[in-house]
């Protein structure tokens, strides 16, 4: 999570990962590439986004296969619109 998810009190930020784990609203408005990786949504009043990132098993690069998970480490960012 970025420094101003961090920041905020800890049972916002509880309530914030468990709505991110439930998250099954996708649509093709939200969604376009049917990819499930990235999405904007609300906890109560404050707005979010969360995204994952395909890396490399260094973590140096983008993962040369994202789908496979041999040589893909997946990093999922929760951050405030105005942080990204």
């Avoid at 930020?13 to 468990?18: D, R």
């Avoid at 649509?27 to 990235?38: F, I, L, R, S, V």
């Avoid at 979010?48 to 999922?76: C, E, F, G, H």
Wanted: net charge negative.
């Amino acid at each position: 999570m970025t420094a101003g998810v961090a920041a905020l009190p800890a049972q916002e930020i509880g309530a914030i990962l468990l709505a991110i784990a439930n998250f099954d609203a996708f649509n093709e408005d939200n969604d376009p590439y049917d990819t499930h990786d990235c999405a904007l949504l609300y906890v109560g009043d404050r707005q979010l986004l969360w995204k994952i990132d395909y890396y490399d098993r260094a973590l140096a690069n983008l993962s040369p296969d994202a789908s496979d998970p041999a040589v893909t480490i997946r990093v999922m960012t929760v951050m405030l619109p105005e942080e990204y």
